[in-house]
């Protein structure tokens, strides 16, 4: 991902919401600390921003089939902020897939969902069973 799409969007999106000092309570004896959220808020401080609708927090609410896929130790976006979406998609389908994170798109039988949504147009029959059987990816050198 270009690093200057992501600070847009963060710089937009996300930084004007970031309270430094909850942060560093809130990391306080994790591996990264509050690395990342200062390494942001100093990136945003001089980078340009876009305005956001006075709506923006709103939940979203549609009736089209939705798929969500989460990685149970996604620290980024976790599967209970989908939990959360999905209350207002009453046409979703929350998929959590053991042993992945942020990033890992389709692991183990995800992408045959994602085809049988496109292929159906609904969430109904989609069996995600088979995400139980999703192997953890191993460690890489």
Do not use: Q, Y
């Not at 270009?2 to 969007?9: A, E, Q, R, T, Y």
């Not at 990136?43 to 305005?51: E, H, I, L, Q, V």
């Not at 039988?109 to 994602?114: D, P, W, Y």
């Amino acid at each position: 991902i270009s690093l200057g799409l992501f600070l847009s969007v963060v710089c937009t999106e996300d930084a004007p919401f970031l309270d430094l000092e909850t942060v560093e309570r809130d990391a306080r004896g994790t591996l990264l600390g509050g690395m990342m959220s200062r390494g942001v808020h100093r990136s945003c401080a001089g980078w340009p921003r876009g305005t956001l609708p006075d709506d923006f927090k709103r939940p979203v609410r549609s009736d089209v089939p939705v798929l969500l896929v989460s990685g149970a130790v996604d620290p980024v976006t976790a599967p209970h902020l989908a939990a959360g979406a999905a209350e207002h998609l009453p046409n979703s389908l929350h998929v959590v897939v053991d042993g992945t994170s942020h990033g890992d798109w389709t692991p183990g039988c995800v992408e045959g969902l994602l085809v049988a949504l496109v292929e159906s147009g609904s969430v109904e029959g989609l069996d995600a069973d088979c995400v139980a059987e999703v192997d953890r990816p191993r460690f890489r050198d």
